[in-house]
């Protein structure tokens, strides 16, 4: 029997399901973009919790709102609504294409809500035929069978028996694939604005337009997730705001909790008439814990200086892993928007971002990768300066450890 008060990463071995292979550390403690591990080793933090932590860690309107909704209501069930989720719900609608908001806990639940309300709405005002789902190869859009499925990496869909069908995939930014594909029987077209677990890929703006139009041709929904570039992440509150194209349905989740888990999808009064009474749901969705806490990271990243600051910190670490890049020559590019930014590997390290995310660890820094190919760095989006720039010295070191090393 494990002794609860000593655990360690072998414990992790011992006691959890073998799904993940985390670190060799087991962080304790953060503060705005520092983490502290067991042995009280210090970390810069540019992976944000996988683009979660948009206000770092133990932010103070956060901590406010965790610590005030704490003492007065947590759950309620969706048999009564509550204060908290209504004004979020107000602020989205508000600061949105949409005029009305469904709650749910996670991502993959925002993005499940969203395919069933197409398949829905299709279906009651076309009849059944109107039922396929075009995606993209290599998005992704969460873990449950059906967000899996409609997700581009059979990797994660394959060896669980039959799937969901009247799903197609193709690749992302080939209009000539997509208009070849669409028809009268598409209901929905699911995509990323900008790839992220894909690898860090915008979609083209012509493409972007072109699908909206045909979408609109064949009587199609559109569903952006936004579940990792929403909430400031690539400097605009939602991405689709950076693009001439408005969604039909949006989903966000990750940066709207700022580290507590919350995720909503977003639609129009003439859709979310498909969703009637009874025909979706969860227990959670919308609690009034999540929902003020959801509200405090709103209050403050929907401002004009946090959503400047975005960009003005992309400079900042484009520019740093440019001029690490005319030292060591392991990038082909640097891409991406906002604090969603993706290094890219060259011919010589094709595979090894990993190797790269380990030797961060070692020097002190927290980052991520999106495919074998990519680091990906997605820290807070209120990170400060000086923050930026000892990360940034810590991963030249461990680019020089990968490099000297092969
Ligand atoms: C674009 C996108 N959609 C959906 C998901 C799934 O979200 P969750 O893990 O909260 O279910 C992710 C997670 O990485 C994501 O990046």
Redesign the pocket.
């Known amino acids: 029997m494990t002794n609860p008060l000593s655990v360690s990463r072998d414990t992790f071995n011992d006691v959890m399901v073998p799904n993940y292979a985390p670190s060799a550390v087991i962080p304790v403690k953060g503060e705005g973009s520092r983490v502290w591990d067991q042995q009280g080793k210090e970390y810069i933090d540019f992976a944000g919790g996988?683009?979660v932590n948009c206000l770092g860690h133990c932010h103070p309107a956060l901590v406010t709102a965790l610590t005030e909704q704490g003492q007065k209501l947590w759950h309620l069930s969706n048999v009564m609504t509550n204060e908290p989720a209504l004004r979020l719900a107000s602020k989205l609608v508000d600061a949105t294409f949409a005029d009305k908001v469904y709650f749910a806990n996670?991502?993959?639940?925002a993005?499940e809500a969203a395919l069933k309300l197409a398949r829905r709405h299709a279906l009651e005002k076309h009849g059944e035929h109107k039922n396929q789902i075009i995606a993209f190869n290599q998005g992704?859009?969460?873990?449950t069978f059906f967000?899996v499925s409609v997700g581009g990496q059979a990797i994660y869909s394959d060896g669980f028996g039959p799937k969901p069908g009247a799903i197609d995939h193709i690749n992302y930014n080939d209009i000539e694939a997509f208009k070849a594909l669409i028809s009268d029987n598409t209901c929905a077209v699911m995509m990323?604005p900008l790839q992220?677990?894909g690898g860090i890929i915008k979609a083209e703006p012509e493409f972007l337009r072109q699908v909206r139009a045909l979408c609109d041709q064949h009587n199609a929904l559109l569903i952006f997730?936004e579940?990792?570039t929403g909430m400031g992440r690539t400097g605009e509150l939602y991405a689709y705001m950076g693009t001439d194209v408005v969604p039909d349905i949006l989903?966000t989740?990750?940066a709207l909790g700022g580290g507590f888990p919350i995720?909503a999808m977003l639609t129009t009064d003439e859709i979310a008439v498909s969703l009637k009474i009874g025909s979706h749901g969860s227990t959670y969705g919308g609690n009034p814990l999540a929902c003020a806490i959801g509200e405090a990271v709103m209050d403050v990243v929907n401002q004009e200086s946090v959503l400047a600051g975005v960009k003005a910190k992309h400079e900042l670490i484009k520019n740093g892993l440019n001029a690490i890049n005319a030292k060591y020559n392991v990038f082909e590019c640097v891409r991406g928007e906002g604090l969603l930014i993706g290094a890219v590997m060259n011919q010589d390290y094709q595979g090894k971002a990993r190797d790269f995310m380990v030797a961060a660890v070692e020097q002190g820094l927290m980052c991520l990768i999106a495919g074998a190919n990519v680091v990906r760095f997605t820290p807070s989006l209120v990170i400060p300066d000086e923050d930026i720039a000892l990360g940034l010295e810590r991963f030249e070191a461990a680019v020089a450890a990968v490099v000297n090393a092969s």
């Not at 996670?106 to 639940?109: H, I, M, N, R, T």
């Open positions: 996988i683009a996670s991502g993959a639940e993005n992704f859009h969460g873990r967000t990323e992220g677990e997730d579940v990792q989903t989740a990750k995720a």
